[in-house]
């Protein structure tokens, strides 16, 4: 591996530790892969529950028991009871007698288990056949042979019905669509046959396209019609775009890789016309909306194309409209709009500014387009915290707010349009930590609100086929998941089961992560985090500490993910090293008050490193055990870029950083990133914009530290030349650091991922542990 890994220096790599030495042995790294999810994962029985419903009152599911087998449960939601699904003596000594081989009632495997709907008999697959089995009279019929492996029944879950956003293949299941030579293509799914929608596409100029500069695929972007006659897309212009570059390496003639990547500030960025695209093989007809061209945006990421389809639409159950909504250039002012797909005619309902930028949802668009009652739900953080709004669609006036109070809605699970009612997940409501996400109710008129998930916790919930019962698995970040039943109408629990970890205690003394409190820089503001400590933890020794970071501002360096994980990442296989690493959820970032979200508005270079410096400071007050006198940092793109801030910016606290794939300048960047959190870049009277201070290179002459950069030289998403700013700057300004560049690696390291990983670990122990690695050891052996 080593001679497909391209090492650049400065100066020589791994400089000797001015810490006293530390040692670190071949044990150690191995005791530290021990701590990774492929090797941890496999130690917890029952981290999740999956309800297969059999039909609008009850469902079976599986737990693993201790011997290591399947036992078999099924629930009738109704009366709020749970028994075993069958008797599993019984039903091993009839397979046992028909199979010929012994088969025990604690190992019972039954693959594709399948109840009837009066729940009297079952079919399963065992040992290549499929059989019929009936509790009742312990009857069991042997079936056809059938192939092994298939998976069993699957469960329900709730989320938006409808139309919204992409779908591959027609609601009917009859058609699929395809970009072919820049214009949109159908495929019947029966007969294979293919015929073109569009003809006049061309290179650069093509209809759903899909290319945001950092991110650029095949894919067609398309809405289909809920009739699968109509297709709402755009005709993407970027042919003024600027282009971006990068070059393979190889024997011969290198390979040049050249697509549309806009940057903040360009004079021409990519231009959607909207389009609606009428599904016939003989005359398709393309009408097109009677609007200007769009700005290449959404309204809640940088990219049209959320959820791998059409972001910000919505038809009407009958095809008649279509609502969508336009963004400006800075996200800074959003259209919400109606559309004729006969005529192209476009309708203005309402416009939502916002003095930054506007969002339409947390956990993508919450926004609902509801014409059969001649209204819209609408998202809004214009109280300070995310709530939605019930609209008169004709009049675009808002008739009431629905939501209201110290807490933001995460996003809408389920609308129930007859009795006019929302579930929706929500954050703040928790005592414990605001990311922990709950499950509510409320009616359209603002009343009744409910709190169906009461536990303290993290819930991810499924709703049942009725929308009548909750599957609740609920967990904290050193809390192992629950799982239970609530009826949602009269708040009846019945517990399902828990998650085991006790083989990780008994075979890796495991220990959950410490979640934390502190105060952000401002000593006011809570802000919240994790801390990784080694299993074998003496609190009268002294440890060095790593921050991880992700910055954001989109997500942070634990975002939403507040959930149960024995381990995250290789933050405790870092620690298990002699080191206690920190996750600092800083502000600046989503799912908390609009002005938490916007602290860092027009200045992304801050990073939230005011926060990670205060909150260590706090951790080790009260951890003594932690030596502030050695703090490392390290993440990825944003973390990046954070990484190498963090090490200009603050020399004296942070001693080692590790920064890779970092958007180093957002002049760098793709265009929708910088512009949507930074604001459109002006030009000042010296010839700086508003950028240029916030970029890495401007303070690379401020290194003290050991510094690491890393970046694939086929990075598509953040380009290589962020990196190399700060090379050059760093060059240019004396300083030593260390360089490895992967040529034919894209943003995620890919196949390098394990060396990068073991890298980190040795360029810390080395430079905060003052200690050798033992260049032995291998990730994987």
Known sequence: MMKRILFLLTGAMFFGSVYATDSVTVRDYQRAQEFLLTNVGRMVKNPSLFANWVNDQNFWYTQTNAAGGT??????????????????????????????????????????????????????????????????????????????????????????????????????????VFIK?????????????????????????????????????????????????????????????????????????????????????????????????????????????????????????????????????????????????????????????????????????FTETSPTQFESGQMGESWQYLPETNEVIWYSERDNYGHLYLYDLSTGKVKNQITKGAYVVADVVKTDKENRKFYFNAFGLDPVNPYYRHFCTINFDGTGFRDLTPEEGDHRISLSPSGEYIINTYSQPHIPPVFNLRNIKNNSVLELGRADVSE???????KPVTPFKVKAADGVTDIYGLMFTPTNLDPNKKYPVVDYIYPGPQAGSIGANWTFSPVRGDHQALAELGFVVVMIEGTCNP???????????????????????????????????????????????????????????????????????????????????????????????????????????????NLKGKLLLAHGLMDDNVPPYNTFLVVKALQDANKDFDLIVFPDSRHGFGKYSNYMMRTRWDYFVKHLKGADHPKEFKIGR
């Open 591 to 701: 799912y908390r008050t609009k002005d938490f979200h916007d602290r860092c508005y027009g200045n992304m270079g801050e990073n939230t490193l005011p926060d990670q410096v205060a909150g260590i400071k706090q951790l080790a007050e009260r951890y003594p055990y932690l030596d502030i006198s050695r703090v490392g940092i390290w993440g990825h793109s944003g973390g990046g870029f954070a990484t190498a801030s963090a090490m200009f910016k603050y020399p004296d606290f942070f001693k080692v950083g590790i920064s890779e794939s970092g958007n180093h300048d957002n002049r760098n960047y793709e265009d929708d990133w910088g512009e949507r959190y930074i604001g459109l870049l002006t030009k000042n009277a010296d010839g700086t914009d508003n950028y240029t201070m916030q970029a890495n290179q401007m303070h690379a002459e």
């Open 181 to 349: 030579d820049d214009n949109l293509w159908i495929k019947e799914v029966s007969s294979g046959k293919t015929y073109a929608l569009t003809t006049d596409g061309v290179k650069d100029y093509g209809y759903a396209t899909d290319n945001a500069g950092w991110k650029h695929s095949n894919n067609a972007i398309v809405s289909w019609s809920p009739d699968s006659k109509m297709l709402f897309t755009f005709k993407q212009d970027q042919r003024l775009v600027g282009d971006m570059y990068l070059v393979t390496t190889n024997v011969g003639h290198p390979k040049l890789e050249s697509w549309k990547y806009p940057l903040p500030g360009d004079e021409h960025v990519a231009m959607i016309e909207r389009v609606v695209i009428h599904v016939d093989e003989q005359n398709p007809r393309i009408v097109k909306l009677k609007i200007d061209p769009d700005y290449h945006r959404a309204t809640t990421g940088d990219d049209i194309s959320g959820r791998g389809g059409l972001s910000d639409v919505a038809w009407s159950a009958d095809g008649s409209s279509i609502a969508f909504v336009s963004s400006s250039r800075d996200h800074k002012v959003a259209k919400f709009r109606v559309a004729n797909p006969q005529t192209g005619d476009v309708r203005e309902v």
């Open 504 to 510: 990780l205690k008994e075979k890796l003394n495991w």
């Open 71 to 176: 036992d078999y449960f099924l629930v009738n939601a109704g009366k709020n009871s749970k028994t075993a699904a069958f008797n599993a003596d019984k039903l091993a000594a009839a397979l046992s007698a028909q199979s010929g081989k012994q088969v025990a009632a604690s190992g019972l495997n039954l693959g594709q288990l399948t109840f009837a709907k009066d729940l009297k008999t079952f079919t399963f697959n065992y040992e290549g056949f499929s059989w019929t089995y009936n509790p009742k009279s312990n009857r069991l019929t042997k079936g056809e042979a059938v192939q092994s492996g298939q998976r069993t029944g699957r469960g329900t879950f709730g989320g938006f019905g409808g139309f919204r956003g992409f779908q591959p293949t027609s609601p009917d299941g009859s058609k699929t």
